[in-house]
């Protein structure tokens, strides 16, 4: 239950992190708040040559608000984006999602960019960024890119991000006025990983539903969006829609893991249930904004 | 792997030790500071014994390598007592049968003087998913709910 022999870099700039990632090559593994690479390095699931520490990188540490965006630095706490005016009033999707996240003292650390590069598939973040058409700025020895969160997710625990690459940023769209956001999951105890859930965000306008967005999580090796669902949905009358129907379509054609915390069968049963319950409390929202 | 210089506060106390990297921060105040108040259960981030006060946020120290924490300010549960008197949470906890083979109690106890500082005056359900982070395999959670809420109204009378 200790990790092995590592050694620990702490860079207090990006450029510096970024060289000594380089330098260091896959032995090495970017350490942020550490909610879940620690665990892996204590139980021996995994181990590293090296930790690079981006903790004390202030640059990573930002919050702004840009035209049409909300850019959140890797290191930023879930228990920051918990209260931030600028996140719960730009990104409402991301703020429900937070208090679902274990702990409150696993929140004290754990860190947006963490959870997102970590890419646990029954993750909240991953499943509110892919929702929302996030973009995930990284950084690397050739400079910056930026990635769709569409093309980030590559299977569990895996991502597109190069091996001598860091994730800096997380830039999620501003939805306007009219809209609704809602995130529902099932869970056999609070804090743990959902067996299955959604994030939802509608925007109703006229009485009509003009932009929808579902991601689901612990449904795949990936979060997954319901693309049919959102396009069944799209155009139709807000006070009309039958949200069963787009719970069914959500997750029609999934085959979600099966294994001893749910078989695959419940999981479609949760996955269209957390869809279904989580427009309805979106639209919902949508009609009051 | 080469061993680091770390300086934290701990209680108030400057503590400086030279650690390997892979040294948690639970195992740093258990063995390099002789605190061990803080227990260690699980150690991948379950249980919430070893829960400490890090810069002002309950986080698990188990989860934490004591290199991460260089410079910071750390609470344990030896911290919470002035003078010997037990802060409103521990006197809560010993009032309401919060606790029987004792384990478990520096977590919660931790963890619940930062749920307090959040949440002055809990919900039931505040409450509730506030402990969730904690586990306690023999007292029971009812005797525990009863120390959070007795603590919250001592807290408040203590501060009206």
């Known amino acids: 239950m200790k990790p092995a022999p590592f050694e620990y870099h702490a860079p207090t700039t990006l450029d510096a992190a970024v060289q000594l990632l380089a330098g260091l090559g896959d032995e090495a593994k970017v350490l942020a708040g550490g909610q879940s690479l620690v665990p892996m390095l204590n139980l021996r699931l995994t181990r590293f040559e090296a930790l690079v520490d981006i903790g004390r990188v202030e640059e990573l540490r930002r919050i702004e608000r840009t035209n049409g965006t909300v850019n959140l630095g890797a290191t930023v706490a879930q228990c920051v984006v918990e209260r931030d005016a600028t996140v719960a009033a730009g990104v409402p999707l991301l703020a429900k999602a937070t208090p679902l996240i274990g702990h409150f003292q696993i929140r004290s650390r754990g860190t947006v960019g963490g959870s997102i590069a970590h890419a646990d598939p029954a993750a909240e973040y991953p499943a509110v960024a892919l929702a929302l058409d996030a973009e995930l700025e990284v950084a690397g020895p050739a400079g910056r890119r930026t990635i769709p969160a569409a093309d980030f997710f590559l299977g569990t625990w895996m991502t597109t991000i190069g091996a001598d690459e860091i994730l800096v940023a997380t830039r999620f769209p501003v939805w306007g006025a009219g809209s609704g956001f809602a995130v529902e999951e099932v869970a056999r105890r609070h804090g743990d990983f959902a067996i299955a859930g959604a994030a939802v965000a509608v925007t109703v306008t006229d009485g009509q539903v003009a932009r929808a967005a579902i991601g689901l999580f612990g449904m795949g090796h990936t979060p997954l969006r319901a693309s049919a669902a959102e396009s069944a949905l799209t155009g139709a009358a807000a006070s009309g829609v039958d949200a069963a129907e787009i719970g069914r379509l959500a997750v029609e054609g999934l085959e979600p893991p099966d294994d001893l915390h749910a078989s695959s069968g419940l999981r479609l049963r949760v996955g269209a249930a957390t869809v279904s319950r989580a427009l309805q409390r979106a639209i919902e929202e949508a009609d009051r904004a | ?160």
């Open chain 2, 1 to 160: 792997m080469p061993e680091l210089p770390v300086s934290v506060i701990v209680n108030g106390v400057s503590r400086t030790a030279v650690v390997e990297p892979r040294k948690t921060l639970a195992d740093f105040l258990r063995d390099d500071c002789r605190l061990t108040g803080t227990h260690l259960g699980c150690e991948h981030g379950v249980c919430g014994a070893c829960t400490v006060i890090l810069d002002g946020r309950a986080v698990r120290s188990c989860l934490v390598f004591a290199v991460q924490a260089e410079g910071s300010e750390i609470t344990t549960v030896e911290g919470l007592a002035t003078d010997g008197e037990l802060s409103a949470v521990q006197a809560a906890f010993e009032s309401e049968h919060g606790l029987q083979c004792g384990f478990c109690t520096p977590g919660f106890v931790v963890s619940v003087t930062a749920l307090l500082e959040q949440h002055p005056d809990p919900t039931d359900d505040e409450i509730r998913e506030g402990l969730s982070g904690n586990l306690c395999r023999c007292t029971g959670y009812q005797g525990i709910l009863r120390a959070v809420r007795v603590a919250a109204e001592a807290t408040k009378a203590r501060t009206a």
